[in-house]
Structures are given as C-alpha cells and as structure tokens.
C-alpha cells in the first residue's frame, strides 16, 4: 500500500502476473527459504492447509474496510488462541461481519468466498457465527434459515 498510495482501494494496485489478474496478490513480493511466494501463496498454500482454523481469516487482513480488524498486538505462541477469538467475536458483532437486514442475514463476502472453511454450507456459516455472535444477532441467527446475502467493502482501510 505504501509504495503505491494514495489508492482508493487495493485492488488499485495491480502488480500481478497476467492479462485478466487484479490486485497485488499474485506478485511473488516476499522470499521464504528461497522460494519467492505471493500473498496467496501465503494464505493458500501454506496458513490454510496447514493450520485449517477457519479464525485465520480473522487474522489477515487485506487493508480494505470490509476486512477484519488488525490486532493491536502481533501473534505469538502465547496469544493466538486469545486473539484469533477476540478477532472472530469482534468482526462477527460488526456490520462488516455479520447484521441482520430487512429480514435476511447479510454477511461479509469473506464466507461466501470462503465457505468450505465455514463448514462448506451456509447452515455451517451460520453455525460458525453463532459461535461467537451476541445479543440481538445470536438470537436472530438461532432461528434464521432463509440463506445468506454477501457484501465486501473494498474501499481502503486508512485508519
């Protein structure tokens, strides 16, 4: 983001191989033990099969609005567990996570993309806030059955 702002969004930024790519994350931008990866790379091909905790997506963050916040302290042995919880409490009780609207259950796009870690289902999506939802929206989803619509704000995250 720093090399390239000001941005809107970082989608803007549209440094990765290819004709039809957008975004910065196919470009092979760090070097682990030699091997040049990608932000993909990272969250798909080494952070999700190797750990298979669905709260990963409540650590990584994509710089855009609709993501889950960043935490105030960096992950270590001592406080993942503690941190991946607190990230999946907060991002689930925020609009950007998961509300209730006009009847139906609107949530961010980061489960639908990424369903099969939420247990491959939107009666597994709901299921997984229902984990970690409070007040009003755990009542509201201990009943909801009338499928999920998504949204993702790209716009970029400047706080």
């Not at 970082?10 to 070097?31: E, Q, R, V, Y």
């Not at 509300?99 to 289902?121: A, H, N, P």
């Amino acid at each position: 983001i720093l090399d390239h702002y000001p941005v809107k969004s970082i989608m803007d930024i549209d440094i990765s191989p290819g004709l039809f790519s957008n975004g910065p994350w196919d470009a092979k931008l760090l070097t682990i033990e030699g091997e040049k990866v990608s932000l993909n790379d990272i969250e798909h091909r080494i952070l999700r099969p190797i750990f298979r905790d669905n709260r990963l997506h409540y650590a990584l963050n994509c710089a855009s609005l609709g993501c889950p916040n960043l935490q105030p302290k960096a992950y270590t042995a001592a406080n993942t567990e503690e941190l991946l919880g607190a990230g999946a409490r907060a991002y689930i009780n925020s609009p950007r996570g998961a509300r209730m609207e006009k009847g139906s259950l609107l949530v961010s796009s980061i489960y639908k993309w990424f369903q099969v870690d939420f247990g491959g289902s939107e009666e597994g999506v709901v299921k997984h806030l229902l984990q970690y939802a409070e007040g009003g929206l755990a009542d509201a989803l201990k009943t909801y059955r009338n499928g999920l619509r998504d949204d993702y704000d790209w716009s970029l995250n400047e706080e």
